[in-house]
């Protein structure tokens, strides 16, 4: 069984044909990054995107207050994000479609909400802790909130949904008998 990590294989509409073995029958396949690849693209990608947003946030709170310059960076980024993410991170040579967007979106709330439990446990379990502590905390959580995200969008929501699975299923041919025999 292939794992889900692997490569995919894409349909005769790729363009990428190879001819298989000697019956010059024509195979399809996609240049779809790795795992491996996907996850440093991933990392250059949504950290890209995120060092500058952090760097356009202070500059959009000069003109609106904080939180709402925040909350209009964050939205931009995460759609940013998640066109880098379909045409780049997971090569599916499309653009996302609203489901992916929401989907991207609703994960990126899921690793906000990781991020900002871990630091509210900090604060439960230590009155005052240090900035180092609190950034040791914070950056253990965000970077295993961003594997859990890394798996959810390249298992669930950038998954080749074009190629169907398929199922092996043997069947034993039944030897033919006569319904009615001649001797009756």
């Known amino acids: 069984m292939k794992s889900p990590l692997s490569q995919?294989?894409?349909?005769?509409?790729?363009?990428?044909?190879?001819?298989?073995?000697?019956?010059?029958t024509a195979v399809a396949t996609k240049n779809t990054p790795g795992p491996f690849a996907s996850f440093v693209r991933f990392v250059v990608c949504g950290g890209g995107v995120g060092v500058l947003s952090s760097a356009a946030v202070p500059l959009l709170a000069a003109l609106m207050p904080w939180a709402a310059a925040n909350a209009l960076i964050t939205v931009a980024s995460t759609i940013l994000c998640t066109e880098l993410h379909a045409l780049f991170t997971f090569g599916t040579g499309r653009r996302p479609g609203l489901r992916e967007h929401w989907q991207s979106a609703g994960s990126a709330t899921a690793a906000y909400a990781a991020t900002s439990v871990a630091i509210l446990v900090l604060h439960t379990v230590q009155a005052s802790p240090g900035m180092l502590t609190e950034q040791i905390v914070y950056l253990t959580a965000s970077g295993l909130a961003g594997i859990g995200r890394f798996l959810v969008l390249r298992l669930f929501v950038f998954a080749d949904r074009g190629t169907?699975?398929?199922?092996?299923i043997p069947v034993r041919p039944v030897p033919a008998t006569p319904v009615f025999s001649a001797a009756a």
Not at 8 to 24: C, L, V
Not at 164 to 168: L, R, S
């Open 8 to 24: 995919k294989q894409g349909n005769a509409t790729d363009g990428n044909a190879r001819t298989e073995g000697n019956t010059g």
């Open 164 to 168: 169907p699975a398929t199922v092996a």
